[in-house]
């Protein structure tokens, strides 16, 4: 099948779409990306015409479902376990002895994983609490959150099984002790999972949806798909889902400037990351 070329007036048309819908703000330096990503899912579909796809996406009948099948190859899913190990070790070394040190109470620990994409970051952030809190049994419990706009990759997720090279960033003690193998891969382990709940979530619809206030919010490697002021916009919205004195972790360099009323920076090096003051 021979596919045409995305022209001018075409590019504007998904580049507003994709600005509506996800907040992505889709360059022309990006025009290349954008028609290539378009191109396979249409080669997918036996179509070779943007506008009849574009017709397709915005149809409201059916439209959303197609939707979705794009998203899966729109967004960028690369992710690993442990893929910054400072961001962590500020959780384990910094965060959980304070809390806990500072609580006389039982403690339930709430944490969620923005952009999830395929599930890495979020089991491991679940691994991280996990092995922190064995010392404080009966003291401390946890639950982990991971939330993407990917349905493909949500499944993924879910299903918690890895090939072997996606484990690459792991130590051998993490992979006997939060692994099965099995014929089809390597298995998070079910006690594990079961600490673990996943959703499809879109970042542009932060406020319309009543989540818990979190203890952890950790969110790496998705602002950089978005301008600056989108990123502020992000930020200020997740922050108002952290209780006092819980901390959000975003990727270092993804933000510049920013502190809103009510965070304080946490000056832990080689992290960015902001503390919610108590009252």
């Known amino acids: 099948m021979v596919m045409p070329e995305l022209d001018e007036q075409q590019f504007a048309r998904w580049a507003v779409l994709l600005e509506q819908r996800l907040g992505i703000a889709v360059t022309p330096q990006r025009k290349a990306f954008l028609s290539s990503k378009l191109r396979t899912r249409m080669r997918e579909l036996g179509i070779d015409d943007f506008e009849l796809y ?135 382990i079910n006690s594990l999972r079961q600490r673990v709940a996943f959703s499809q979530f879109n970042v542009q619809n932060l406020m319309q949806v009543p989540f818990e206030k979190m203890d952890i919010i950790f969110c790496q490697n998705l602002l950089i798909y978005f301008s600056q002021q989108k990123r502020q916009e992000i930020v200020t919205a997740l922050a108002t889902f952290l209780k006092p004195g819980g901390v959000m972790i975003l990727g270092v360099g993804e933000m510049v400037g920013w502190l809103p009323e009510g965070l304080e920076s946490m000056k832990i090096k080689d992290t960015l990351a902001y503390r919610r003051i108590k009252d």
Not at 126 to 145: E, I, S, T
Not at 154 to 182: H, K, M, V, W
């Open 54 to 188: 574009y017709d397709m996406v915005t149809s409201p009948r059916g439209g959303q479902v197609e939707w979705s099948r794009l998203l899966d190859h729109l967004t960028i899913h690369e992710t690993r376990f442990n893929r910054h190990p400072a961001s962590f070790s500020l959780i384990a070394k910094h965060y959980l002895p304070e809390l806990l040190q500072q609580s006389a109470d039982v403690v339930n620990i709430k944490a969620w994983s923005v952009g999830c994409a395929s599930g890495e970051e979020t089991y491991y952030l679940a691994m991280v609490l996990d092995r922190a809190l064995k010392a404080y049994a009966g003291k401390a419990y946890y639950g982990v959150m991971g939330s993407d706009v990917s349905l493909d990759s949500l499944a993924i997720a879910r299903s918690g099984i890895y090939p072997l090279q996606r484990l690459s960033g792991l130590d051998a003690s993490t992979l006997e002790n939060y692994f099965e193998q099995g014929s089809e891969g390597y298995r998070v």
